[in-house]
Nanobody, 121 residues
C-alpha cells in the first residue's frame, strides 16, 4: 500500500524558513517522480517543485531561488527546504508521487494528506 506522510509545517514570520518532509512507504522514492504542491484557500492546487529519479529538479517561478526540493533514497524521504518565506506562501502543502516529470497535479497518482504552512507579515 502506497502511503505518503508529510510533516514540518508550522507558522513563521515573513523571511523565515521551514523544512518539510514526506516519508514514503509502499514504494521507493528512487523509482518514481516526486513533487510538492500547495493549495491556498479559494485557489487551485499549484505545483511548485518536482524531482526525478536522477535528482533533476523543476520549480515553479513563484518559488524558484527560495525553495529547494531534495530526497534521501536511503530514508525514502522527500524534502522541501523553504527560505525567504512570504505571506503568499501560506497554504496547505502536499507531496505526491507519479510517473511523469511535471508540475501538473493530474499527472500524480499518490498524495499525502498535507501539512499547513502559515507565514505572517
Amino acid at each position: 500500500q502506497v502511503q505518503l506522510v508529510e510533516s514540518g509545517g508550522g507558522s513563521v514570520q515573513a523571511g523565515g524558513a521551514l523544512r518539510l518532509s514526506c516519508v514514503a512507504s509502499g514504494y521507493a522514492v528512487s523509482s518514481v517522480y516526486m513533487g510538492w504542491f500547495r493549495q491556498a484557500p479559494g485557489k487551485e492546487r499549484e505545483g511548485i517543485a518536482s524531482i526525478d529519479r536522477f535528482s533533476t529538479t523543476l520549480y515553479a517561478d513563484s518559488v524558484k531561488g527560495r525553495f529547494t526540493i531534495s530526497k534521501d533514497n536511503a530514508k525514502n524521504t522527500l524534502y522541501l527546504e523553504m527560505n525567504s518565506l512570504k505571506p503568499e506562501d501560506t497554504a496547505m502543502y502536499y507531496c505526491a508521487a507519479g510517473y511523469v516529470f511535471t508540475l501538473r497535479s493530474p499527472d500524480y497518482n499518490y498524495w499525502g494528506q498535507g501539512t499547513q504552512v502559515t507565514v505572517s507579515s
